[in-house]
């Protein structure tokens, strides 16, 4: 029988030795993995993951700018093989949760409590490990961790995302035309260099009457006394009444949209929107969870 000292001596050394595997492991997979090395190096080239929902999700993310790129799309996957489409090697995860409204609505969640919640983090990993044992993702360990390392820098006002067009509302109200096609949104559009106030449009989907008044007149007096550079186009309502409030944006100008959303609150993804018919910057659609700033 091992005596305490022989047990526990034996116990370091096979913890040094899973250690060494580790970093083994790891040291292998920054000079193998593209998407490591682009982490690593904070290269501006995108990393992108298909996300196995209905519909397919494909996600560009730029380390150099910490920016994500979202657009619906079924990107044909074998799990038995690490390509996900016939032209190039994709990083791909299948979810357990396949509706993409639920499996985003989670992620946004994810992003923006886990700070205060770490239970979810052991979630995350649970899920991947899970998923990696069931062939539902090629995302190596080490890619995995620190992927999930770099989304914890991030939240979801740092993604733009292109979602199906709102219904039409039936009557004499008539909306400026529904954006169309998938937009590819650079962080510094044209736009950005031309020194001028954001120009904006807001909707009220919230079926409070006049709250689309009183925000044109604080986003107003923000840019009077300089602490924001926008200017309100018009204001109308919207063709439904809509649960949460978010940012339409058609300029790229994403910095300038991501601090007027944290001012009035609106923290969820930037929908990306496209149009030649559009008269302005960006759209607020204000839900009923919107709240007018103090």
């Not at 062939?135 to 770099?150: D, K, Q, V, Y």
């Not at 219904?167 to 510094?188: W, Y």
């Not at 909707?203 to 550079?229: D, M, P, V």
Request: charged share 20%; net charge positive; aromatic share 8%.
């Amino acid at each position: 029988m091992e005596s305490p000292h022989q047990a526990s001596k034996l116990m370091g050394r096979l913890l040094l030795a899973g250690m060494l595997l580790l970093l083994g492991a790891t040291y292998i997979t920054q000079y193998t993995s593209h998407m490591v090395q682009k982490l690593a190096t904070r290269s501006e080239e995108n990393i992108q993951i298909v996300l196995r929902t209905k519909p397919g999700m494909l996600i560009s993310y730029t380390p150099a700018t910490l920016k994500g790129h979202i657009t619906l799309e079924d990107v044909p996957c074998k799990t038995k093989k690490t390509n996900c489409s016939s032209t190039s090697v994709l990083k791909f995860f299948t979810p357990r949760e396949t509706r993409y409204t639920q499996f985003w609505d989670n992620f946004k969640q994810g992003l923006s409590s886990w700070r205060y919640n770490p239970l979810l983090v052991a979630q995350l990993a649970w899920s991947y490990l899970t998923a990696w044992h069931e062939r539902r993702t090629n995302l190596s360990p080490a890619e995995f961790t620190l992927l999930a390392l770099e989304m914890m820098k991030l939240e979801p006002s740092d993604f733009t995302i292109k979602l199906p067009p709102p219904p039409k509302k039936r009557g004499k109200f008539k909306e400026t035309p529904a954006p169309t096609g998938v937009p590819d949104i650079p962080d510094k559009a044209p736009l950005a260099v031309q020194d001028r106030p954001l120009i904006l449009e807001i909707f009220n989907a919230s079926g409070k009457k006049g709250i689309a008044q009183e925000l044109t007149q604080y986003l107003r007096a923000q840019n009077e006394k300089g602490l924001l550079r926008v200017d309100v186009f018009q204001y109308e309502n919207y063709p439904s009444i809509e649960e949460n409030s978010w940012l339409e944006d058609y300029s790229g100008r994403l910095a300038d949209v991501k601090k007027l959303g944290h001012t009035l609150g609106i923290n969820s993804e930037i929908r990306a929107g496209a149009t030649p018919n559009v008269m302005c910057d960006t759209r607020i659609i204000i839900g009923k969870d919107f709240a007018l700033p103090l």
